[in-house]
């Protein structure tokens, strides 16, 4: 069910997937680049979004408990004390990246949907010719990046809008690890 432009903790995918497809991208007048980081994503994210989310695609209740049980499990420290969680996921935990992966993808869906509303090759021209741009995400686990073509100001506003569209996850942008730049910055 996960949408082509996610990579990370995939079968048959991988980093180098992810790399190849902004290089290619970079070459087909992308480049303007939002490069994000999610802050804390294992820690922060929201059980509520999660669950949400996997009961889209789960039905089966024993299944669903499970998955509120392991995400519930609490955080042993150093001390041996268990800490019980509220958001996140258990770090190392086996299920993790896949819950990540699967609440991320309202992220997927988002930039996706936008390509698609354009429809045809032709109908995406003459929107940036009437000052539009048109955007592709790329995404490996919490990392990504958001090519797109148009000016700067269309990926300075991706801030806002990315920063909604993860909101409801409980998930913000990490400030320090992302920026916008140019393709030939690196």
């Not at 989310?53 to 209740?61: F, G, N």
């Not at 429809?119 to 929107?127: I, L, N, T």
């Not at 686990?141 to 801030?159: P, R, S, Y």
Request: glycine content about 6%; proline content about 3%.
């Amino acid at each position: 069910d996960f949408k082509p432009v996610s990579y990370g903790f995939r079968p048959r995918r991988r980093a180098q997937d992810a790399i190849a497809e902004i290089h290619a991208l970079g070459t087909r007048n992308h480049h303007w680049v939002f490069e994000a980081d999610i802050a804390a994503c294992f820690d922060e994210l929201a059980h509520s979004a999660i669950m949400e989310r996997v009961r889209t695609r789960i039905v089966d209740k024993r299944v669903l408990a499970l998955i509120k049980a392991f995400l519930k499990a609490g955080i042993m420290s150093t001390d041996g004390t268990v800490r019980n969680s509220e958001a996140g996921t258990p770090q190392g935990g086996i299920l993790s990246p896949l819950l990540a992966n699967i609440a991320l993808t309202v992220l997927d869906a988002h930039f996706c949907a936008k390509w698609d509303s354009h429809g045809s090759a032709y109908r995406r021209e003459v929107h940036r010719k009437r000052g539009g741009a048109t955007y592709r995400i790329v995404r490996y686990a919490d990392d990504f990046v958001i090519m797109v073509v148009g000016t700067k100001a269309h990926a300075d506003a991706l801030w806002d809008e990315v920063a909604d569209v993860i909101a409801p996850l409980g998930l913000r942008l990490s400030a320090e690890k992302s920026r916008v730049c140019h393709l030939d910055e690196g």
